[in-house]
C-alpha cells in the first residue's frame, strides 16, 4: 500500500500531464492540461523512501521507531535532489550512531572539491557551448558541428552528474555518512552492460534488487526482465518519449550484448583479449552512448531524429549559422580535451603513481594546490558565469 501510494503520488506530479497529452494526440480527446508543479528530485527521494519501506517488508532492516531519525533519513539533504540514492539499509548504523571524524570530514572537503570542479568548470563550459549548437536546430549545422556539439553533451552529463555525486559524497562524508559511489569511470567501458555498472550505479542498482530479480532475474524470462529494466530506466528519467526511446535505445543494446555473448557460450566459443580489441570494443560503446545522449538531450523524438541525421550527413544544412571556430574557442576546447582527459583512467593512474614514489609530504603538497587552485578556478567560473542547474535537478 505504501509503495503504491508513493507511485501514485510520483505518477500525478511527473506523468499526469504527459498521460493527458498523449492521450490528447493519438486519441484527438480535448482533456484539459492542469498546471502541476514538478518537485525538485522527486524522482530520488521517492525511490529512497520506497526502498525503506520494501527493505522492512522483506525484513532486511528493522523498522525505525524513532519518527525523526526516519525523518533524517527520508530529507537526507547532501543527495536528496540529485542522488546518489541512498538504501536506508546502507546508512541505518550511522543514522543511530554516527561519528564525525578529521580524517572523513578532511576528505569530504576534498570531494566537495572536486565535485564542484567538475560541474563549475567543466560542465558549465561545455553546456555553454552544446546549448548554442543545440539553439540552432539541425537544419543550421554541419556534421561536425553536430558531432562536437554531441560529444560535448556527453561530457556535460557525466562531469555535471558525476561532480553532484562527489559533493553529495562529499557533504555527506562531512557529517558521518558513508553514502557508496554513484560513478566508477564510464567511459572506459568496453561494452554497454559494463556502462550500466559505471553509470549512476545508485539507480540501477535499485532496478536491480527491486524489479529485475523479482521478476525472475536471471533465472526465467531474462530478456523480458532486462526489456522492462530499461523502458523503466527511460520513464523514471522524464515524462517524455524522448526519454523512453533513450530507454529502449539502451535496452536494445544490452540485449544484443547477451544474446551474442549467451551464443558465443553456448558454441564454446573462446573470446582472446587484446589491446586492438579492446579499442575497438571502448569505441563502439563510446558511439553507442554518444547517440543516446543525442536522444537524452533533444526536446523530443523528431528532433534527435533530425540531429542524428545532421551529425551522418543525411541532412545538410541551407545555410550554416556560425563556423566551428565560434562553438569551440580556445576555453571550450581546453576544457573538452581535460574533460576527455579526466573522464578516463589516466588521472587515477597518474595520481596512483606519484602516491606510490613520491614522498608522502611532497604529495600531499601536490594534492592540496591542486584542490585549492581547483576550487578557485570555479569559484571564479560560478562568479563570471551565468547560472548553470543541475541536469539531474529535473527528474
Known sequence: MTVAANLAILFYFKYFNFVEDSINKVLGADLQIVEIILPIGISFFTFQGMSYVIDVYRKDVPVQKNIFKLALYIVLFPQLIAGPIVRYKD???????????????????????????????????????VDSIWNNGATENTWIIAWIGS??????????????????????????????????????????????????????????????????????????????????????????????????????????????RKNREKRGVQVTKSWMKDLVAKIYTLFIVNLGWVIFRAPHTRDAVEYIATMFGIIVPKQVGFSLLWYLDRWSLTMMILGIIFASSLPSKVATMIKKNAPEPVETIVRYILLILVFYIAIMRIVAGTYNPFIYFQF
Do not use: C
Request: proline share 1%; charged share 15%.
Open 91 to 129: 546508512i541505518a548504523s550511522e543514522i543511530d550512531d554516527r561519528r564525525v571524524t578529521i580524517e572523513d570530514f578532511s576528505y569530504g572537503i576534498e570531494r566537495f572539491i572536486i565535485g564542484l570542479g567538475k560541474k563549475a568548470i567543466i560542465a558549465n563550459s561545455m553546456a555553454s557551448m
Open 151 to 260: 560529444i560535448g553533451y556527453t561530457l556535460q552529463i557525466y562531469f555535471d552528474f558525476s561532480g553532484y555525486s562527489d559533493m553529495a559524497i562529499g557533504l555527506g562524508r562531512m557529517f558521518g555518512f558513508h553514502f557508496n559511489e554513484n560513478f566508477n569511470m564510464p567511459y572506459i567501458s568496453k561494452n554497454i552492460s559494463e556502462f550500466w555498472r559505471r553509470w549512476h550505479i545508485s539507480l540501477s542498482s535499485w532496478f536491480k534488487d527491486y524489479v529485475y530479480i523479482p521478476l525472475g532475474g536471471n533465472r526465467k524470462h531474462v530478456y523480458l526482465n532486462l526489456a522492462i529494466v530499461f523502458l523503466l530506466t527511460g520513464i523514471w528519467h522524464g515524462a517524455s518519449w524522448h526519454y523512453i526511446a533513450w530507454g529502449v535505445w539502451n535496452g536494445a543494446f544490452i540485449l544484443i550484448e547477451r544474446a551474442v
